[in-house]
């Protein structure tokens, strides 16, 4: 069975930092598109950050951009997401998400989408107080 298993959250105050880490079983992710989700109490999920492999491509939602990068390191099989600078409006649910094929497309719009991605971890809560 293909698992994406998230982890690394918590509960921090504003202005703290985590990295959330996505391990991904079941087969390999290296050459597919791998993002980052999130999901608030009565909020619909919401792209945060994606990676592309070909290209070395990442896109980042506007709202997150200069704070939170997106890593991954292929031979583990894993993806991360570096946040730093927090606030109280990055708490979620945070999921991982990946292609279950490569795709090479150039269109940012492609990857920044949830219908993109196959597989999906169950997520980790991030909480941020002020």
């Known amino acids: 069975q293909v698992q994406l298993v998230e982890s690394g959250g918590g509960l921090v105050q504003a202005g703290d930092s985590l990295r959330l880490s996505c391990a991904a079983s079941?087969?390999?992710?290296?050459?597919?598109?791998m993002g980052w989700f999130r999901q608030a109490p009565g909020k619909e999920r919401g792209f945060v950050a994606a990676s592309r492999v070909y290209g070395s491509s990442t896109y980042y939602a506007d709202s997150v951009k200069g704070r939170f990068t997106i890593s991954r390191d292929d031979a583990k099989n894993t993806v991360y997401l570096q946040m730093n600078s927090l606030k109280p409006e990055d708490t979620a649910v945070y999921y991982c998400?990946?292609?279950?094929?490569?795709?090479?497309?150039?269109?940012?719009?492609?990857?920044?989408?949830?219908?993109?991605?196959?597989?999906w971890g169950q997520g980790t809560q991030v909480t941020v107080s002020s």
């Open positions: 998400a990946a292609e279950s094929q490569t795709t090479f497309y150039t269109n940012s719009n492609y990857y920044t989408a949830k219908g993109t991605y196959d597989y």
């Open positions: 079941g087969r390999t992710f290296s050459s597919s598109a």
